[in-house]
Every structure is written in C-alpha cells, then in structure tokens.
T-cell receptor, first 113, second 115 residues
Framework: AQSVAQPEDQVNVAEGNPLTVKCTYS??????LFWYVQYPNRGLQFLLK??????LVKGSYGFEAEFNKSQTSFHLKKPSALVSDSALYFC???????????FGTGTRLQVFP | DAGVIQSPRHEVTEMGQEVTLRCKPI?????LFWYRQTMMRGLELLIY????????DSGMPEDRFSAKMPNASFSTLKIQPSEPRDSAVYFC?????????????FGNGTRLTVT
C-alpha cells in the first residue's frame, strides 16, 4: 500500500532562516507526491506536486520540494522563512490502485520573528 | 471563482440528532471528496464521487453516515443519529477528473460538535 510519513510533529525556525519539512514515501511503482498547507480554520491548499521530470519542484509562496528516489524522500523547503509561513503542512501520495490521495499526519511549522 | 463552499461553518448539536453538511464544488470539477479531520486520526477520506457517482465509500465509518450528490453542483453528508465521537472538522474537496493528478481544492470545512 502507498503511504507517506512525516517524522516531525513540529518544526521551529527563525524568520529569515531556511526551512525544511520532511516527508518520506513508500510506494509500488512511480510516486505521485504532493504538498498541501493548512492555515488555522481553513481548508488545505495545494502547494506543489511531483509527477515526473526535474527532481526539484517549485510551488506556491516560494516553496520548493526535492524528490530523492534513492532516499524515498520528498522534503519541502524554502530558502528564507516568513512568520506568515507558520501553518500545518501535509505531504500526500496518490494511491494508483484506488486513486485516493493518502495524507501524512502533518507537520506544524512555527516561524519565530 | 468562489472556491469550494461548505455550510454551515459551525454546527453544534445534541447526541441523537440528525446533522446535514453541505458542499458546493467548484464549477467544472467532476470529482468530489469528503474528508474528516481530528487530532487523533488526522485526515480521513470518507467517500468520493466521480461524475456524481459514489466511487469509494470504504472510509465511511458506520451506517449512520451517508452521502449524496444529486447533481454536479451539490453534495451532502448526513449523520443520523449523531454521537459525540463524530465531533470533528469535515472538509469537502473537488478536482477535475481524478487520474490526471490535478490538485484538490478544499472548502473551509464544517466544525461539528456533538454534545
């Protein structure tokens, strides 16, 4: 079965510093991977996806993610964090057998001024 | 584009009462998903529709839960009778045809509290 794991419940970073939110995946076949962000009292918003091609994927709000097949990882990154980036971040993988989107448990990002 | 619209935003009800959550997907989207979010279980897919037809309802927890999509612009999730353990935030999401990896667009959710 397809799955993703987000090993960190929370990530703290100072404003202006680079940030990384980790995600590892387990799939049979080619992975279709996604990152979503959830702000308080809001639904999830799509940030970026990896389907095929360049391992570095650029998305909304200056975020990018690096697909690493050998490490089965798809970490979310941003060169310079903003306080407004503080939110809950979800990694997800599409299960090609069921066509469902399987979400990780989420990582809370806290950016301090 | 108004996005996915859910109503009500908040619902407080007593155990045993019927609860109906509503969703209007984005126009032109033909896939619709109902998710439930809790601290304990995270995000759970309850059911999803494609072209108004339920494709997979294996995530629906019990027979007390039912969902309908009578047309392309409206869906309901009903809980009857409701129980305190149903308290959660329920999200509706829509997208274009499922297998093209188009992103899901989520509504802002309905926070359900069952006392």
């Amino acid at each position: 079965a397809q799955s993703v794991a987000q090993p960190e419940d929370q990530v703290n970073v100072a404003e202006g510093n680079p940030l990384t939110v980790k995600c590892t995946y387990s799939v049979s076949g080619n992975p279709y991977l996604f990152w979503y962000v959830q702000y308080p009292n809001r639904g999830l918003q799509f940030l970026l996806k990896y389907i095929t091609g360049d391992n570095l994927v650029k998305g909304s709000y200056g975020f990018e993610a690096e697909f690493n097949k050998s490490q089965t990882s798809f970490h979310l990154k941003k060169p310079s964090a903003l306080v407004s980036d503080s939110a809950l971040y979800f990694c997800a993988v599409r299960d090609l057998n069921t066509d469902k989107l399987i979400f990780g448990t989420g990582t809370r990002l806290q950016v301090f001024p | 584009d108004a996005g996915v619209i859910q109503s009500p935003r908040h619902e407080v009800t007593e155990m045993g009462q019927e609860v109906t959550l509503r969703c209007k997907p984005i126009s032109g989207h033909n896939s619709l998903f109902w998710y439930r979010q809790t601290m304990m279980r995270g995000l759970e897919l309850l059911i999803y529709f494609n072209n108004n037809v339920p494709i997979d309802d294996s995530g629906m927890p019990e027979d007390r839960f039912s969902a309908k999509m009578p047309n392309a612009s409206f869906s309901t999730l009903k809980i009857q009778p409701s129980e305190p353990r149903d308290s959660a935030v329920y999200f509706c999401a829509s997208s274009t045809q499922g297998r093209d990896n188009s992103p899901l667009h989520f509504g802002n959710g309905t926070r359900l509290t069952v006392t």
